[in-house]
């Protein structure tokens, strides 16, 4: 067994990995670049994106664009396979935000083998802040290959961390995820602990404007459960509603099984046309309610976009004691409409708050997962500082990218 790193080897996001025997060919994750833009180019790949196809099928890891954003690209006689949950979201998040209906793909169901060509893919489960999302165990020649895709162990999976693990055992190559190595990390701490901090921020502020990604539902769960202890209602832009209520799991803050739940359908929205209306706001309009935020005692999750909305708030004096906590990477702050939103706010008299937990693995994380299946090489992608892997664990091998690796 033969692996490729196509892309990654020196970048968040946009990762590809080739892993091939001499009668078969996958590819692991093809997504966008972290950065990406309208005037970035794209990778194409010749039997994959063009010409006659030469590879026998594409595995995605999760739903974040940086991995899956791509998958529209591949030649459509190619399979690609997704976990149905994850397929779900991205596809929401397409329709909503104006893009194509994504190309079909075959289920991937965790913990159950599937064999393509001589290679045995094995999907698992594992903690990261996009939901169901998976790593691979890869087999074949009598070698394994662990691909990690992204993870952690301080969200609410964490728990299945070791376990999963010392059920998958020794492998020969890990390809592990790096993307902390790269950002000064200091905080440690967990979901639980975020959600604790939280609780005390909610206490000292009557109006809680929360900025996550609507894809994170550890984080939305973390900030419903301050909002629950501080009795406060919990008011979810229509996006984030629609998100979570189309996951089927009643434990996830929802307005149609959560009484204290609400949604906000913001101004922007008045202007969609009525098949967007029909799909997206019709389903939810019962579950407008004013009471949500005219005693002042709420916490609402916003978007950059939705600025028009707090003004009016701030105008009809429904805003007097307010702070936004900023919850995503840091980096993120760069974005021009973000800054732009922070500062309107920060003119509001609104101050901005960090409180975030990474969505990938530290660096005790990553020794641990080492420790326990033992790999007699890894190589480390999805990282701008790989460099630092040789620091941490031991049999790490140093790969430029199209380099081959026998395992």
Same mark, same amino acid.
């Given at each position: 067994m ?5 892309k990654?080897?020196?970048?968040? @996001? ?5 892993i ?10 093809f ?52 976990? *149905? ?7 929401l ?8 209906? *994504? ?22 489960v ?50 592990? =995820? ?18 604790w ?6 206490l ?10 609507s ?19 919990? %008011? ?21 099984d ?7 359908i ?9 098949r ?6 019709? *389903? ?7 009471k ?12 950059t ?21 900023y ?8 974005? =021009? ?5 922070? =500062? ?11 409180l975030?937990?990474? @969505? ?31 620091? %941490? ?15």
């Amino acid at each position: 067994m033969k692996v490729r790193i196509l892309k990654g080897t020196n970048t968040i @996001g946009g990762c590809i990995t080739e892993i091939s025997t001499d009668k078969t060919r996958i590819i692991v994750d093809f997504g966008l670049d972290l950065d990406y833009d309208e005037k970035s180019s794209i990778l194409e790949i010749e039997g994959l994106t063009y010409g006659q196809p030469s590879y026998d099928a594409v595995f995605i890891t999760h739903s974040h664009g940086d991995h899956i954003g791509l998958i529209d690209r591949i030649l459509p006689d190619i399979d690609v396979y997704v976990e *149905p949950v994850s397929k779900k979201i991205y596809t929401l998040l397409e329709k909503f935000t104006g893009g194509k209906v *994504p190309r079909k793909t075959i289920d991937l169901k965790p913990n159950v083998t599937l064999p393509v060509g001589d290679i045995c893919i094995t999907p698992y489960v594992v903690d990261h802040s996009a939901y169901n999302s998976l790593m691979f165990l890869i087999e074949a020649d009598d070698r394994r290959v662990l691909h990690t895709g992204d993870y952690r162990r301080n969200g609410y999976k964490g728990s299945i961390f070791e376990s999963t693990l010392r059920q998958i055992g020794k492998v020969d190559l890990v390809i592990t =995820e790096g993307t902390t190595l790269s950002r000064d990390v200091t905080k440690k701490m967990n979901e639980v602990e975020l959600s604790w901090t939280a609780t005390d921020i909610f206490l000292k502020y009557r109006q809680i404007f929360i900025l996550q990604a609507s894809t994170n539902v550890d984080r939305i769960t973390s900030f419903y459960k301050a909002a629950k202890r501080t009795n406060k209602n919990f %008011i979810e832009d229509i996006f984030t509603c629609n998100i979570v209520s189309s996951l089927d799991n009643k434990h996830i803050p929802n307005p149609i099984d959560f009484s204290n739940v609400y949604v906000w359908i913001p101004v922007r929205y008045k202007k969609k046309d009525i098949r967007f209306k029909n799909r997206f706001i019709l *389903p939810f309009e019962k579950y407008k309610s004013r009471k949500a935020y005219e005693k002042k005692n709420y916490a609402m999750m916003v978007k950059t976009s939705m600025l028009e909305d707090i003004m009016k708030l701030h105008r009809k004096g429904l805003i007097d004691n307010a702070c936004l906590v900023y919850s995503m990477w840091n980096g993120y702050k760069e974005n =021009e409409e973000t800054k732009k939103f922070i =500062e309107a706010l920060k003119m509001l008299g609104i101050e901005a708050i960090d409180l975030h937990v990474s @969505g990938h693995a530290d660096i005790e994380t990553i020794k641990a997962l080492c420790e326990i299946v033992k790999p007699s090489k890894v190589i480390g992608i999805h990282t701008t500082n790989s460099e630092k892997l040789f620091s %941490i664990v031991d049999n790490v091998i140093d790969v430029e990218e199209n380099e081959e690796v026998e395992v």
